[in-house]
Antibody
C-alpha cells in the first residue's frame, strides 16, 4: 500500500524558516517525480513545486522561487521542502504527492501538514 | 502561467442526476488535464488523468473528455458519496495550475 506521511508543520512568525518532510513507503520512491501542493484554509489547491526522480530537475511556483527548496533522499524514500522568509500567504495545508505519468499528474497524496505563518 | 477556469463554481444536484463540470485552459494543454475529487478534511483523489483515462479504482460513472483548451468531467447517476469539490489540473508545463474548484452539493 502506498503511504505518504508529511510532518514539520508548525506555527511560525513571518520571516521565519521551516523544513517539511514527507516519508513514503509502498512504492519504489527513486523511480517517481514528487510534488508539493498547498491549500490555504478554506481555499483551493495550489501547486508549489516538483522534483524529478533523480533530483536533476526542480520547478517552483513564482511566489516561492528563491525562498523554498525542494529536495529528496532516495536512500530514505523521503521528500523535503525547505522554506525560508515565510510570509502570511504561505499559510496552508501542505501535501506531498507521488507523481504519475511523468511530471503531469499525482496519483497518491499524503494527509498534509499545516503551516501557519502568523505574528 | 496557464490559467484554468472551471464552471460552475458550485452546483446543486440530486442523487441519480447527471452532472457536467467544464474546465477551460488559457492556452492549449493538449491532453495534460487531470481531475481530482476532494472531500472535507481529506486529501485530493485522482479521478481522471490525460483528460479521459479513468484512474484505477474509480467508478465508471466518472468520465472525462476534451483536448486543447476545453475539457469536461461528467458524473453519470450521481451517488451520495460524490458530493465533494472537484478540481481540474494542468500538468502540461510548470508552474502547474489548478482550477478554482467546483463544489457539488445536495439539492
Amino acid at each position: 500500500e502506498v503511504q505518504l506521511v508529511e510532518s514539520g508543520g508548525v506555527v511560525v512568525q513571518p520571516g521565519g524558516s521551516l523544513r517539511l518532510s514527507c516519508a513514503t513507503s509502498g512504492f519504489t520512491f527513486k523511480d517517481y517525480t514528487m510534488h508539493w501542493v498547498r491549500q490555504p484554509p478554506g481555499k483551493g489547491l495550489e501547486w508549489v513545486s516538483l522534483i524529478s526522480w533523480d533530483a536533476g530537475s526542480a520547478y517552483y511556483i513564482d511566489s516561492v522561487k528563491g525562498r523554498f527548496t525542494i529536495s529528496r533522499d532516495n536512500s530514505k524514500s523521503s521528500l523535503y521542502l525547505e522554506m525560508h522568509s515565510l510570509r502570511i500567504d504561505d499559510t496552508g495545508l501542505y501535501y506531498c504527492a507521488k507523481g504519475f505519468y511523468g511530471y503531469s499528474s499525482a496519483d497518491h497524496w499524503g494527509q498534509g501538514t499545516l503551516v501557519t505563518v502568523s505574528s | 502561467d496557464i490559467q484554468m477556469t472551471q464552471s460552475p463554481s458550485s452546483l446543486s444536484a440530486s442523487v441519480g442526476d447527471r452532472v457536467t463540470i467544464t474546465c477551460r485552459a488559457s492556452q492549449s494543454i493538449s491532453n495534460y488535464l487531470n481531475w481530482y475529487q476532494q472531500k472535507p478534511g481529506t486529501a485530493p483523489r485522482l479521478l481522471i488523468y490525460s483528460a479521459s483515462s479513468l484512474q484505477r479504482g474509480v467508478p465508471s460513472r466518472f468520465s472525462g473528455s476534451g483536448s486543447g483548451t476545453d475539457f469536461t468531467l461528467t458524473i453519470n447517476s450521481l451517488q451520495p458519496e460524490d458530493f465533494a469539490t472537484y478540481y481540474c489540473h494542468q500538468g502540461y508545463n510548470t508552474p502547474q495550475t489548478f482550477g478554482q474548484g467546483t463544489k457539488v452539493e445536495i439539492k
